[in-house]
């Protein structure tokens, strides 16, 4: 039933390690997109995918590489973890249509960093 | 460079009451707002939307209203029940922006038995 879903849902590692975090989406919808919640709360947009082609891509440091095997799945991949990765990681999707864009959040991966 | 604010961190209402969440923006190419609503531990979830064309957008219980030369948008829920406690954010789109979502801070919302 779950619309959107990442796992894991906890991620403990330790500086310098590589770790991925999975997300899939089960409403058909053509775009998909990792979030980051830093420690003020604020969400921020890191990486967009429509049709499996990259649309957004913030500035984050080349450590983060977002991969899309289709349509329905977007991976993070995440190199040489930071103390400063330490955050609540969203995925979301939504379908392009009309000028909207109601996306449809994941219940989110809290990485640590130790 | 915050381009979406919600300048209250927390906002406390009586149950029966009227809440109303405030969000104001910098970016006159925003064409589009949405609000989310979010638990703790849960990821947030789509409440109500509205298009800079209008002015107003009703769904139930949540009202939102868009005075553009004010910069402004607001979100009322009335009445309120003791489930609306959650954070609500206020998000916006740009035009011409690959529909990239800009977003507040969040307000925290409780509501008092």
């Known amino acids: 039933d779950t619309a959107v879903s990442q796992t894991p849902k906890y991620l403990v590692t330790q500086m310098g390690n590589d770790k991925s975090i999975k997300c899939e989406q089960n409403l058909g919808h053509d775009t998909m997109y990792w979030y980051k919640q830093d420690s003020k709360k604020f969400l921020k947009i890191m990486f967009s995918?429509?049709?499996?082609?990259?649309?957004i891509n913030e500035t984050v440091p080349n450590r983060f590489s977002p991969k899309s095997p289709d349509k329905a799945h977007l991976n993070l991949h995440i190199n040489s973890l930071e103390l400063g990765d330490s955050a609540v990681y969203f995925c979301a999707s939504s379908h392009l249509a009309g000028g909207h864009n109601e996306q449809f959040f994941g219940p989110g991966t809290r990485l640590t960093v130790l | 460079d915050q381009q979406v604010k919600q300048n209250s961190p927390s906002l406390s209402v009586q149950e029966g009451r009227i809440s109303i969440l405030n969000c104001d923006y910098t970016n006159s190419m925003f064409d589009y707002f949405l609000w989310y609503k979010k638990y703790p531990a849960e990821g947030p979830t789509f409440l109500i939307s509205i298009s800079s064309i209008k002015d107003k957008n009703e769904d139930g219980r949540f009202t939102v209203f868009l005075n553009k030369s004010a910069k402004h948008l607001s979100l009322h829920i009335v009445p309120s029940q003791p489930g609306d406690s959650a954070v609500y954010f206020c998000a916006a789109m740009p035009m011409d922006s690959n529909y990239q979502l800009i977003w507040g801070a969040g307000t925290k919302l409780i509501i008092k038995p």
């Open positions: 995918y429509n049709n499996k082609e990259l649309i």
